[in-house]
């Protein structure tokens, strides 16, 4: 009895998928639940240092490249003055050891020094040369040191956050300010039925949670792999479960929209081709 009772549930439940998936193939749009999300950029300190300016307020645009904090420089000055120094030394060095050089070269052709002197001349000369390219190299480290105390964005984007305030000192590796990129998303999943009947670029209807009106979505991606959800073994019956993971670019969305936003995606289907 018990077995007849779960045979004819199985039935039932086989003939109210055949008719689910009948049904979505006739549907000529779907809604889909998602969250809005956006690429966050936390900038950070280099160094232990005071902030000395904040070029840029929470809420306003930046452009790539453009300045976000502006962090102390006199330290790092400092040293770059001082390696400056170390440098013309280390060239006036070279320039008398390669004078010693030539000299003790000719005078070695004439037999009036002995090829070990030479060589002396020739070690002193290349030992100066070295010192030189050390020189050189810890400028060009100083420089860029100094050069990554004026934090700049690295993309385009709205500013979120800046925990500092002028005149406090952020800790080394501290974010000193957080950017929402430009282009806020909302991720869905894609039906196994519809993915026939969208392409990239389709345009798409947007309720985000907690504003007023629609906002216009583009789909900008659909994954060529399906998830499956729940997941356990795939079975022919349990085919309906697939879906594809799609991206639905907010063409028209409030700069300071917030990620993690509940959203719900309108999309119209093209016509089966079947």
């Excluded at 070269?105 to 050390?134: F, I, P």
């Excluded at 385009?156 to 430009?182: I, K, M, N, S, W």
């Excluded at 799609?246 to 959203?263: E, I, M, N, W, Y």
Aim: proline fraction near 5%.
């Amino acid at each position: 009895m018990i077995r007849e009772v779960w045979r004819w549930l199985g039935r039932v439940a086989a003939f109210s998928l055949c008719l689910g998936l009948l049904a979505g193939c006739g549907q000529r749009s779907v809604d889909l639940a998602g969250t809005v999300e956006r690429k966050t950029l936390e900038l950070a300190a280099p160094t232990s240092e005071v902030l000395v300016a904040l070029p840029v307020a929470v809420g306003e645009r930046v452009e790539p490249g453009q300045v976000v904090v502006q962090l102390d420089t006199e330290v790092s000055e400092a040293e770059l003055r001082a390696h400056q120094a170390a440098l013309e030394a280390a060239q006036a060095a070279l320039t008398e050891a390669e004078g010693v050089f030539v000299r003790q070269s000719n005078l070695q052709r004439s037999k009036v020094v002995s090829k070990q002197t030479l060589d002396g001349a020739r070690r002193g000369r290349d030992e100066a040369v070295a010192a030189v390219r050390e020189r050189e190299a810890r400028i060009a480290q100083a420089v860029k040191r100094l050069e990554d105390l004026t934090i700049r964005s690295h993309s385009g984007g709205v500013v979120d956050q800046l925990p500092f305030e002028t005149g406090e000192r952020a800790p080394a590796g501290g974010v000193v300010a957080v950017v929402l990129g430009a282009q806020p998303w909302v991720r869905v999943w894609m039906p196994a039925r519809a993915m026939a009947r969208v392409k990239v670029g389709d345009e798409a209807e947007v309720k985000v949670t907690g504003l007023d009106g629609k906002i216009t979505g583009r789909i900008s991606f659909l994954s060529l792999e399906p998830a499956f959800t729940p997941h356990y073994a795939l079975t022919e019956r349990e085919s309906a479960y697939l879906v594809y993971e799609t991206r639905v670019d907010l063409v028209d969305a409030p700069p300071d929209l917030r990620p993690g936003l509940p959203a719900r995606v309108h999309l119209r289907l093209r016509k089966s081709t079947g």
